[in-house]
């Protein structure tokens, strides 16, 4: 899945069942194509589609520091 992200972007970080999250709302992004291209197995954030589709996108950490640590090279404020 490709997607930009802005710094007009929203972040929110949170924290459920020992698991760290960082959310982007409404997020604009391609879905992978259907068919014979290869699938990568990780989200690239320099060669993006044109971002058809709009939703929340979640992404999980183990730690609390690794979600900063991710957190800290966002181009926006993150809300708690």
């Not at 589609?49 to 950490?61: K, L």
Request: aromatic share 12%.
């Amino acid at each position: 899945m490709n997607f930009h992200l802005k710094s007009t972007d929203v972040f929110e970080a949170f924290g459920k069942g020992g698991k760290f999250f960082i959310r982007i709302v409404d997020a604009k992004f391609a879905l992978p194509k259907a068919g014979g291209e290869v699938g990568r197995g990780f989200v690239c954030l320099d060669l993006p589609e044109y971002p058809g589709e709009h939703d929340d996108i979640t992404i999980g950490f183990d730690s609390v520091e690794n979600r900063d640590r991710f957190q800290a090279a966002l181009p926006a404020p993150v809300t708690k």
